[in-house]
């Protein structure tokens, strides 16, 4: 019984003795370089962004304005064949900063390809990452037959089918669906229009809520024929709608652009509980990301004599 009484104080006395304790979420400021790089097949003009760590003032990051520019000597994307310069040049935003951009027109980067990222500083030091672009997603509609058949059973499955068989597996994906129709009551050239469909409409105080697609590790959406037929009846409330097709496009991230995204940007929180860390980074002596991204799009064409029935 004794020693029961003295472990609990004790037990007692460092519980006390850490309640006396300072704590602090920052930890020691590392001024290192921070990239930001997400190479993507589809676009003619590859862009790397370079700026530095900063120590704000208090706990809130978004506290820190003044802007530091990195000291890089050269930017090197390379695969297993070539090497390729990037180009520098500043850029002066709204908020009277400037960022230090580097970009590349001959680089045009294949899916399924290694790519190794090598910066150099003016001191010598190095900051290196490699990655492998994912695979293009391929996209594929199943049921889109059946789809537009007055029907509220009746779903449409988009899928990233290429992706979903062919290595290397993206991190994950997102995968949207648009309404592309014209205004049949505009005078001269008539501007085509996108609607977004969502996966569902959530009943809500005031009137109907769409929920749309979100980043995720899914390869496929299922986009039930109800959302698609409620969100013709929003279009057809605005204006007359001469309703063209349906076109979808896949979105297919390696795991370092989507565990980023989904670290850096997921939570609806704009502080860290660190400050002195980042959330994610796959920079070796830096921090920030290196990643890649794919991309498809399918349309298909909406049936004159279905558009009918949905009242």
Same mark, same amino acid.
């Given at each position: ?10 037990? +007692? ?17 590392? @001024?290192?370089?921070?990239?930001? /790089?997400?190479l @993507? ?13 900063? @120590?704000?003032?208090? =706990?809130?990051?978004?506290a820190y304005? /003044?802007?530091?520019t990195? $000291?890089i $000597? ?9 090497? *390729?310069?990037f ?9 009277s900063?400037?960022? +230090? ?5 001959e ?17 010598? !030091? ?13 996209l ?25 068989? *062919?290595?290397?597996?993206?991190? !994950? ?14 005078? !001269? ?53 001469l ?19 989904q ?5 609806? $929180?704009?502080?860290? =509980? ?5 959330? =994610? ?5 830096? *921090?920030?990301? =290196? !990643? ?16 009918? @029935?949905?009242?």
């Amino acid at each position: 019984m004794n020693r029961i009484l003295v472990s609990l104080i004790i037990l +007692l006395s460092i519980a006390l003795l850490c309640c006396d304790s300072d704590f602090t979420p920052k930890g020691e400021f590392r @001024d290192k370089p921070v990239v930001y /790089a997400i190479l @993507d097949p589809s676009q003619s003009v590859q862009f790397i962004r370079i700026s530095r760590s900063y @120590d704000p003032p208090g =706990f809130n990051p978004l506290a820190y304005t /003044a802007g530091k520019t990195p $000291d890089i $000597d050269s930017v090197i994307v390379s695969n297993r064949l070539f090497k *390729y310069v990037f180009i520098d040049t500043l850029i002066q935003k709204a908020d009277s900063k400037q960022y +230090l951009l580097f970009y590349s027109t001959e680089l045009q980067p294949e899916a399924g390809q290694e790519y190794s990222l090598r910066i150099t500083r003016h001191d010598g !030091g190095e900051i290196n990452s490699n990655i492998i672009i994912p695979a293009e997603p391929g996209l594929d509609m199943n049921g889109a037959r059946t789809y537009f058949r007055t029907n509220e059973q009746n779903t449409l499955i988009i899928s990233a089918a290429n992706a979903m068989n *062919y290595p290397p597996t993206p991190g !994950g994906a997102l995968i949207r669906m648009w309404i592309q129709w014209v205004d049949s009551l505009s005078a !001269g050239l008539k501007d085509t229009v996108r609607t977004e469909v969502p996966l569902y409409y959530e009943t809500l105080t005031g009137g109907l809520v769409p929920i749309f697609p979100e980043l995720n590790r899914d390869l496929s959406v299922v986009f039930p024929y109800n959302a698609f037929a409620e969100t013709v009846r929003v279009i057809r409330r605005k204006t007359r709608a001469l309703f063209l097709n349906v076109i979808s496009k896949a979105y297919c991230l390696d795991r370092n652009a989507y565990g980023y995204i989904q670290i850096a940007h997921g939570f609806n $929180d704009p502080l860290s =509980f660190r400050t002195d860390l980042p959330d =994610f980074s796959n920079i070796i002596y830096g *921090y920030g990301v =290196f !990643g890649g991204i794919t991309t498809d799009s399918l349309s298909i064409f909406i049936p004159r004599t279905i558009l009918k @029935d949905i009242q």
